[in-house]
C-alpha cells in the first residue's frame, strides 16, 4: 500500500482520528475503524515518548504524530521510533518552520541543510538496524506537516509553504480563532473565511493542505477548498458523547 505521504501528495483526500485517550487498546481501535491515519497527540494527549513508542508498535509507521512543541530534540525522538509523519503545533515563521524541517532530515546532497542526529542502528526506526537502508532512505519517507494556529502564521503563511522540506501546513481552527479574539466562537464566520483563504492557499502552493473539523458537513467543506489532510473525530471526544448518550437513553 502507498505511504500515506504518497497519498496525500497525490492529491487523495485522507480521513483522519485523533488520538487523546493515551491507551493503546484504544488506538488499535482507531486503526481498524476504517480511518485512512490516526494521529497521536502528543501535545494535549496524556503521552511522554514511552507512551508513544507503545501506540508505534500498534499502529505503525504510517501513524501520525503531533509533538507537544516546536523542539529539534522532540523531532528526533518520534523519527527515531519509526515513526515518519509528524505535526508541529504553533509554527508561526519561516525560520521556525526550517528548522523543524532540517530537524527531520539527514545532512544529504539533496538537503545539506539537514540537522537529524545521526543513531539509526540503534533505534527502532531501522529495525535495531535490520533496515540497512533506514539513513538512505529516511529523507524521501518523512512527512512534515506545520500547524497554523495564529494570525501571525496566517501572515507568513506564503513564507511557510515556501519552506524547502515543509511537506504540508494544517490548519488549528480552535487556536486560530482564539488568536483572532474568537476565543468561544469558532463558528464567527471571519475565523472560517480566513480558514478557507488559508486552506486555497496552502493547495494553491503545492503543499498538502490539512484541517481538523467534527462536523461532517464542514470537513466536506474543507475538502471542497483544497485540504486533503482532513481530521473528522476524536477518540477522546466520541467516547465522550457516547458515554453520555447512552446515560440519557435509560431511564429507570
Given at each position: 500500500?502507498?505511504?500515506?505521504?504518497?497519498?496525500?501528495?497525490?492529491?487523495?483526500?485522507?480521513?483522519?482520528?485523533?488520538?487523546?485517550?493515551?491507551?493503546?487498546?484504544?488506538?488499535?481501535?482507531?486503526?481498524?475503524?476504517?480511518?485512512?491515519?490516526?494521529?497521536?497527540?502528543?501535545?494535549?494527549?496524556?503521552?511522554?515518548?514511552?507512551?508513544?513508542?507503545?501506540?508505534?508498535?500498534?499502529?505503525?509507521?504510517?501513524?501520525?504524530?503531533?509533538?507537544?512543541?516546536?523542539?529539534?530534540?522532540?523531532?528526533?525522538?518520534?523519527?527515531?521510533?519509526?515513526?515518519?509523519?509528524?505535526?508541529?503545533?504553533?509554527?508561526?515563521?519561516?525560520?521556525?518552520?526550517?528548522?523543524?524541517?532540517?530537524?527531520?532530515?539527514?545532512?544529504?546532497?539533496?538537503?545539506?541543510?539537514?540537522?537529524?542526529?545521526?543513531?539509526?542502528?540503534?533505534?527502532?526506526?531501522?529495525?535495531?538496524?535490520?533496515?540497512?537502508?533506514?539513513?538512505?532512505?529516511?529523507?524521501d519517507?518523512?512527512?512534515?506537516?506545520?500547524?497554523?494556529?495564529?494570525?501571525?502564521?496566517?501572515?507568513?503563511?506564503?513564507?511557510?509553504?515556501?519552506?524547502?522540506?515543509?511537506?504540508?501546513?494544517?490548519?488549528?481552527?480552535?487556536?486560530?480563532?482564539?488568536?483572532?479574539?474568537?476565543?468561544?466562537?469558532?463558528?464567527?464566520?471571519?475565523v472560517?473565511?480566513?480558514?478557507?483563504?488559508?486552506?486555497?492557499?496552502?493547495?494553491?502552493?503545492?503543499?498538502?493542505?490539512?484541517?481538523?473539523?467534527?462536523?461532517?458537513?464542514?470537513?466536506?467543506?474543507?475538502?471542497?477548498?483544497?485540504?486533503?489532510?482532513?481530521?473528522?473525530?476524536?477518540?477522546?471526544?466520541?467516547?465522550?458523547?457516547?458515554?453520555?448518550?447512552?446515560a440519557?437513553?435509560?431511564?429507570?
Amino acid at each position: 500500500m502507498a505511504s500515506l505521504k504518497s497519498r496525500l501528495c497525490s492529491g487523495l483526500v485522507q480521513r483522519g482520528v485523533w488520538l487523546g485517550l493515551g491507551n493503546a487498546a484504544s488506538a488499535e481501535i482507531a486503526a481498524t475503524a476504517g480511518f485512512d491515519w490516526c494521529l497521536i497527540d502528543g501535545e494535549h494527549g496524556p503521552y511522554d515518548i514511552a507512551a508513544i513508542a507503545e501506540q508505534a508498535r500498534v499502529l505503525g509507521p504510517e501513524a501520525c504524530v503531533r509533538v507537544p512543541k516546536a523542539e529539534v530534540w522532540m523531532i528526533k525522538q518520534v523519527l527515531d521510533l519509526g515513526l515518519h509523519t509528524v505535526v508541529v503545533p504553533m509554527v508561526d515563521t519561516p525560520e521556525q518552520a526550517d528548522e523543524m524541517a532540517c530537524a527531520m532530515r539527514y545532512p544529504s546532497k539533496s538537503f545539506p541543510q539537514g540537522t537529524r542526529g545521526i543513531g539509526a542502528a540503534l533505534v527502532r526506526a531501522s529495525g535495531y538496524n535490520h533496515d540497512t537502508d533506514y539513513i538512505a532512505q529516511a529523507n524521501d519517507r518523512v512527512c512534515l506537516i506545520v500547524q497554523i494556529e495564529s494570525v501571525t502564521a496566517l501572515k507568513n503563511l506564503d513564507a511557510i509553504c515556501a519552506v524547502e522540506g515543509v511537506d504540508g501546513a494544517f490548519i488549528g481552527p480552535t487556536d486560530l480563532a482564539a488568536s483572532m479574539g474568537y476565543l468561544h466562537d469558532l463558528d464567527a464566520p471571519e475565523v472560517q473565511a480566513a480558514i478557507d483563504d488559508a486552506l486555497r492557499w496552502i493547495a494553491a502552493s503545492g503543499k498538502i493542505a490539512g484541517a481538523l473539523s467534527f462536523k461532517p458537513e464542514r470537513a466536506a467543506h474543507y475538502v471542497e477548498m483544497g485540504a486533503t489532510m482532513v481530521a473528522v473525530a476524536s477518540d477522546v471526544a466520541l467516547l465522550s458523547a457516547a458515554l453520555r448518550d447512552c446515560a440519557k437513553s435509560f431511564t429507570p
